[in-house]
């Protein structure tokens, strides 16, 4: 099956911890996008992807860091620099220019 | 500047009544598309329906619709005969960046639908 994995689900961290999120697909899409999406908010962008080794920042970077070594990974690092890092994450992949964007089932993390 | 805004932050209505959820944008492109995703508890979200902006037909799939008024820049989605199974936070998203294909989203409206 084509799609868009996460993991973990559910990840719990200490303060001053730098921690990594998995995003992987298989839908051999070029773009990669992550999100952060608290409570009552929309989604807001973090970093995207339109090509292997290469990514931009978006709308807000600070405290998070990502790297795109093969077309099928995203990952994001979230560092001890993010203040208030308690969101949940998702993962979006895209085949081209103005498509849709398919969505990962999310990581949900905590700062203990 | 993109932005976009669903004035509605939750509605709540009894199965079967039809239900209409807003969607107001703003841009400067001529060129764009807008979006309509739907997130159940699970939390991962789901592609609806694309629409650029040079086509205002309306679209309907099945018991969903949807309404494009360039004229008064909105993306109004209808559910007719609301099931328990609509129950989901629903965004509207809005193309920026050109052709990078990056998406600007509403802060969603949560939908219940009681039984």
């Known amino acids: 099956d084509g799609g868009i994995t996460q993991s973990p689900k559910y990840l719990f961290r200490k303060e001053g911890q730098n921690v990594t999120l998995s995003c992987e697909q298989n839908?051999?899409?070029?773009?990669m996008y992550w999100y952060r999406q608290d409570p009552g908010q929309g989604l807001r962008l973090i970093y995207y992807?339109?090509?292997?080794?290469?990514?931009q920042k978006g709308d807000i970077a600070e405290g998070y860091s990502v790297s795109r070594e093969k077309k099928e990974s995203f990952p994001l690092t979230v560092t001890s620099a993010q203040k208030n890092p308690t969101a949940f994450y998702l993962c979006?992949?895209?085949?081209?220019?103005?498509?849709?964007?398919?969505f990962g089932p999310g990581t949900r993390l905590t700062v203990l | 500047a993109q932005k976009v805004t669903q004035a509605q932050t939750e509605i709540s209505v009894v199965e079967k009544e039809d239900v209409t959820l807003d969607c107001v944008y703003e841009?400067?492109?001529?060129?764009?598309?807008l979006f309509w995703y739907k997130q159940p508890p699970s939390g991962e979200l789901v592609f609806l329906i694309r629409r650029n902006s040079f086509d205002e037909q309306n679209e309907i799939s099945g018991r969903y619709s949807w309404n494009f008024q360039k004229s008064t820049s909105s993306f109004n989605f209808t559910i007719t005969a609301s099931q328990v199974v609509d129950s989901a936070v629903y965004f509207c998203a809005l193309s920026y960046g050109g052709s990078q294909g990056n998406l600007i989203f509403g802060k969603g409206t949560k939908l219940s639908v009681k039984p």
């Open positions: 841009t400067r492109d001529t060129t764009y598309y």
């Open positions: 992807s339109q090509i292997v080794n290469d990514f």
């Open positions: 839908l051999n899409h070029d773009a």
């Open positions: 979006a992949s895209s085949d081209g220019s103005y498509n849709e964007q398919f």
